[in-house]
């Protein structure tokens, strides 16, 4: 019943900005805390950053003061802007949604980011 849809994800340029968008559906969003989850070939999944119902924030310490992450309860949309991307960001980035209600967590299909050098 939950969905949630990426988009956003390309190609850019070291220095350059990327904004993905994660779309949920099927879900009370209001209610959910939002989280942006990237991974790279070879690596770990890792959290890059997330936002609670009441708009709490929390960043990876490698994208502090570079991604912002922000919500949009009205159109159910989390949002990600990604500023003086690195060719480390290279990943591939998933949308996760975690219900305060239930607990119960969702990923997005994932959307690819590549920062050339």
């Known amino acids: 019943q939950v969905q949630l849809v990426e988009s956003g994800g390309g190609l850019v340029q070291a220095g350059g900005s990327l904004r993905l968008s994660c779309a949920a559906s099927?879900?009370?969003?209001?209610?959910?805390?939002m989280g942006w989850y990237r991974q790279a070939p070879g690596k770990q999944r890792e959290l890059v950053a997330s936002?609670?119902?009441?708009?709490?924030?929390d960043y990876a310490d490698s994208v502090k003061g570079r991604f912002t992450i922000s919500r949009d309860n009205a159109k159910k949309t989390v949002y990600l802007q990604m500023n003086s991307l690195e060719p480390e960001d290279t990943a591939v980035y998933y949308c996760n949604c975690r219900s305060v209600l239930t607990g119960k967590t969702y990923w997005g299909q994932g959307t690819q980011v590549t920062v050339s050098s």
């Open positions: 099927g879900t009370i969003f209001s209610i959910n805390t």
């Open positions: 936002i609670t119902h009441d708009g709490s924030t």
